[in-house]
């Protein structure tokens, strides 16, 4: 086909090829329209991710006691958590589970909530020994109602259900490195008093209930440093 035939051709068919050229454009214009759209509700999504808070609450034992636990609070989102408020109620246990409920809320920040609580801040409960009323304690069951909101006014209102129940079967070996190492020293550093004082005797070691008290003494203020060194 020569040139002019084409010319020709497109003359004879302009208005057929206007239309045709305007629905492509259109079509164009729509699927743009539609993907420009996909990619803003896309970036939304992702800004409002790294700007939502997500709090998480566990059940938690300490390293070098597994029979004592407590509530482990922390933020898992990427964006701050504000005006966190906490209430807990009894699912299952009655009393027992009331008194667990008590035990953890001597955490202040349980009571009064928080002001702030930034992305992987975390915060712990007061705690609890299994030792005591294992049985009951075991069965136990409560809900905790968290309410918080976004740097950007989004408000959040979840549960949390904590299971006491999912501890059976747990144990430890051995004693934990950390607890180890604080007795270690703690028996060093008498060692050396001993020696600067010249105080020193042979004696035989009885383990008396005065002992064992002493020990739990010594666990429960080693709990309590522990405890403080991750609420401040």
């Known amino acids: 086909m020569s040139t002019s035939e084409v010319l020709d051709f497109l003359n004879k068919n302009s208005g057929a090829l206007t ?3 305007t629905a492509v454009v259109t079509i164009s214009t729509v699927v743009y329209s539609i993907l420009t759209g996909k990619l803003v509700s896309e970036t939304t999504k992702m800004r409002q991710v790294q700007t939502e808070p997500k709090i998480e609450i566990t059940i938690k034992p300490f390293d070098f006691a597994i029979n004592i636990v407590r509530l482990h ?11 966190v408020t906490f209430n ?3 699912i299952s246990g009655g009393e027992i589970a009331q008194a667990l409920i008590d035990e953890f809320s001597k955490a202040n920040f349980l009571q009064i909530g928080l002001k702030y609580f930034g992305p992987a801040q975390e915060r712990y409960s007061h705690y609890t020994q299994l030792t005591k ?3 009951e304690k075991i069965e136990s069951i409560i809900v905790i109602e968290i309410s918080y909101q976004s740097t950007t006014g989004v408000k959040y209102i979840e ?4 299971d006491m129940s999912e501890l059976k079967g747990a144990y430890q070996l051995g004693t934990p490195n950390l607890y180890s190492m604080a007795k270690s020293l703690e028996k060093i550093q008498k060692d050396i008093s001993h020696i600067v004082s010249g105080h020193k005797k042979i004696s035989a070691q009885i383990y008396t209930a005065e002992d064992r008290q ?8 080693f709990i309590e440093k522990n405890q403080n060194k991750h609420n401040t």
């Open 19 to 21: 239309v045709l050229f």
């Open 159 to 162: 549960q949390s259900i904590v």
């Open 133 to 135: 009323q294992y049985n």
């Open 214 to 221: 002493k020990e739990e003494e010594d666990l429960k203020a």
């Open 73 to 83: 609070v922390r933020n898992i989102g990427l964006g701050p958590a504000i005006n």
């Open 88 to 90: 807990m109620k009894v």
